[in-house]
C-alpha cells in the first residue's frame, strides 16, 4: 500500500522497473484513457450535476464551464500526484461561487459525482481484466480520495475565511462611539448584543472617555430590535463603568415593548438614567454637562 | 509606604503606588478617617491610577472609605480608574453607588468643590 501510494504521487511512467512498479504506467495509462474519453465524461458529469439538483444557482453554460476546468485539473492531479494547481483553483472557485449561495454539501456532492462517474467509466473500460482493474482501484482510490477532500476543505477554509472577514467588518463598523461636542459622546447601537460584542462595545467606549474626557455618554438603543437578561445586564455594567471613568450615561430609544420587557425581567435599572429619544438625550445631556462644568471651563468649551 | 498622602488646602491628596495589602488598605482607611477630622478636610481625592487591578475586595474597601469618610463630612473622588480596570470592577457586581469618580485630578478638584458647595450642591 505504501508503495502504491508512493507511485500515485511521483509516477514515472518510464523509467519504472517491472514488477510491484507496474502502477506507474497504469496510472499514467489511466490518465491517458481518461483524456481521451475527456469530452464524453465531463458531460456525462455535468448532466448527472443536473439530474442531482446541484449548483441550482449556476446556468447550465456556467456549469458546464466549471466542470470542464474542474475536470483538467483532477486528471492533472491524478497524473502528477499534486493536488496544488487543484487547490488553487478550488480556493478561486469557491471565492467565486459562495457570494451565489452555493452550499457545501453542494460541492461536495459535485466532486464525488465526478469520482463516481469516472469510476463506472474505467470500471467499464477495464473490467475485462479484473486484475488490472485492481491494480487501477489502487491506483486511483486514494488519488481520488485525496483530491475529493483538498476540494472539500478547500471550500470550506475559503467559506470560513469570508466568514471571518464579515465578522471583523461587522465589528468595525457596528459600535462607532462618535463626539458631538467636547465632552459629549454618542454611542448609537444597531442589531444584535451579544455578549462578545456588548464586551467590545463597553471597551471601546471606555476607551473613548477617557481619549475624549467625556462627561457625558449617550447610548442610544433605537436599533436594538430585542433586550434579554443578559444584554440588559450588559448595559447595566456599561453604564456603571462609564461611571467609574468619571462619565455619566444617557440611555435613550428604550422602545415600549423594551421597557416592558426590562421591568418583566426584573433587571436593576436603579443606575439608568433614560430618556425617550436621541434628542431628549442630548438635551439632558447639554443640561448635564452645563450643570456639571465649572464657570472657568466655559471658554473653552465654547470654541 | 506605598500610599502617598499630600494635603492642599483642604484637600487631601492620597495616591496609591502600588497594590495594596489588606491590611494596609484598613490602615489607609483609618488614616484617612482620622487626617480629615484633625485637619478639618472637606474632601478626599483618592488615586488609584497606578493600580492594574482592583478586585471586589478593593472595591469594597474604596467603598467603605467613602462611606466612612462621608459619615465624617468628607466628600471623596476617586480618580483614575482606568478603562479594563474599571470592567473588571462592574463584574463584580457590587453597589458601588458610593463611588465617585472622575478621569484626572483637575475635574477631581472640580467635582469637589461642586459637592461641597451648599448653594450648589444637587443634594446626591
Known amino acids: 500500500m505504501e508503495t502504491e501510494n508512493r507511485e500515485a504521487e511521483a509516477p514515472a511512467p518510464e523509467a519504472s522497473p517491472p514488477g510491484p512498479d507496474l502502477d506507474g504506467p497504469l496510472l499514467h495509462q489511466l490518465v491517458e484513457y481518461l483524456r481521451q474519453e475527456r469530452s464524453a465524461l465531463r458531460e456525462e458529469w455535468a448532466r448527472r450535476i443536473m439530474d442531482a439538483q446541484l449548483l441550482r444557482a449556476m446556468t447550465a453554460q456556467e456549469i458546464f464551464s466549471e466542470v470542464t476546468a474542474v475536470y483538467d485539473n483532477y486528471v492533472t492531479a491524478l497524473e502528477t500526484g499534486s493536488v496544488e494547481t487543484l487547490q488553487a483553483y478550488a480556493r478561486e472557485l469557491s471565492e467565486r461561487i459562495i457570494p451565489r449561495g452555493v452550499e457545501t454539501h453542494e460541492v461536495l456532492g459535485i466532486v464525488l459525482l465526478l469520482r463516481d462517474v469516472l469510476a463506472r467509466s474505467l470500471f467499464a473500460h477495464y473490467q475485462s481484466d479484473l486484475r488490472v482493474w485492481d491494480r487501477i482501484l489502487d491506483a486511483y482510490e486514494p488519488a481520488a480520495n485525496r483530491i475529493a477532500v483538498t476540494v472539500g476543505v478547500s471550500f470550506v477554509e475559503e467559506r470560513e475565511r469570508v466568514i471571518r472577514e464579515q465578522q471583523d467588518a461587522i465589528r468595525e463598523l457596528s459600535t462607532p462611539v462618535l463626539q458631538v461636542r467636547e465632552r459629549l459622546l454618542i454611542l448609537p447601537i444597531i442589531g444584535v448584543l451579544d455578549p462578545a460584542r456588548a464586551r467590545q462595545l463597553t471597551e471601546q467606549l471606555l476607551g473613548a472617555i477617557q481619549h475624549h474626557r467625556a462627561r457625558v455618554v449617550v447610548i442610544d438603543i433605537t436599533g436594538v430590535a430585542t433586550v434579554d437578561v443578559t444584554v440588559a445586564n450588559h448595559l447595566v455594567q456599561t453604564v456603571e463603568a462609564s461611571r467609574l471613568m468619571g462619565a455619566s450615561a444617557i440611555i435613550t430609544g428604550l422602545s415600549s415593548k423594551i421597557a416592558q420587557t426590562l421591568v418583566d425581567l426584573g433587571v436593576d435599572l436603579g443606575m439608568m438614567r433614560t430618556v425617550g429619544d436621541l434628542q431628549g438625550g442630548l438635551e439632558e445631556a447639554e443640561r448635564l454637562l452645563g450643570h456639571r462644568t465649572p464657570p472657568r471651563n466655559r471658554p473653552t468649551q465654547a470654541e | ?124
Open chain 2, 1 to 124: 509606604m506605598s500610599v502617598a498622602i499630600l494635603r492642599q488646602g483642604d484637600v487631601l491628596i492620597a495616591s496609591i503606588r502600588a497594590d495594596l495589602s489588606d491590611g494596609q488598605l484598613l490602615a489607609l482607611r483609618d488614616d484617612l478617617a482620622e487626617r480629615t477630622g484633625a485637619d478639618r478636610i472637606r474632601g478626599v481625592v483618592l488615586d488609584v491610577g497606578a493600580l492594574d487591578v482592583i478586585d471586589s475586595f478593593v472595591a469594597r474597601s474604596l467603598r467603605s472609605i467613602v462611606e466612612a469618610l462621608r459619615l465624617r463630612g468628607t466628600e471623596t473622588v476617586i480618580v483614575g480608574i482606568r478603562p479594563d480596570v474599571a470592567i473588571a470592577m462592574v463584574q463584580f457586581r457590587l453597589n458601588l453607588e458610593a463611588l465617585r469618580a472622575v478621569l484626572d485630578l483637575d475635574e477631581a478638584v472640580a467635582l469637589l468643590d461642586q459637592l461641597t458647595d451648599r448653594e450648589d450642591a444637587d443634594g446626591g
